[in-house]
């Protein structure tokens, strides 16, 4: 009988792609933060995960202001830091590496889908 959580089967796929790409002590951004944000929603809010050297920032989809948030990272990342980074979108289910442009492009479409369906 296989006693495995959601939540722990998608931590199992994450941590090899953290243990790869962050050194040092910085690993306790996914071993601690990412873990206890995984846990404490079930593995059932989608998210993206953003992953570098020293470490990880991670949004949860449903939060309008992570998301801005991240957006500006993204940004940050993209123009202005020389840092390798790798991102990774999780839609509930399954979790993926996704490009940034087109990552970029479909949550400032959610968003304003969002906006307008609140007015």
């Known amino acids: 009988m296989n006693l495995q959580t959601k939540s722990d089967k998608l931590l ?7 243990s790869a790409l962050i050194t040092g002590i910085y690993i306790t951004d996914f071993t601690l933060h990412d873990t206890n944000f995984i846990r404490s ?3 059932k809010t989608p998210f993206i995960w953003l992953v570098y050297e020293s470490g990880t920032h991670i949004y949860a989809m449903d939060d309008d ?3 801005r948030n991240f957006l500006q990272m993204l940004d940050h ?7 390798d980074f790798s991102l990774y ?3 509930g289910e399954k979790l993926f590496p996704v490009f940034p ?3 970029r492009i479909l949550i400032e479409s959610e968003l ?6 609140k007015n």
């Open 12 to 18: 199992q796929q994450m941590a090899p792609i953290a």
């Open 41 to 43: 929603k079930n593995a």
């Open 65 to 67: 202001k992570g998301i």
């Open 77 to 83: 990342f993209e123009n202005y830091s020389r840092r």
């Open 89 to 91: 979108r999780y839609d």
């Open 101 to 103: 442009k087109i990552t």
């Open 112 to 117: 304003a889908n969002r906006i307008t369906l």
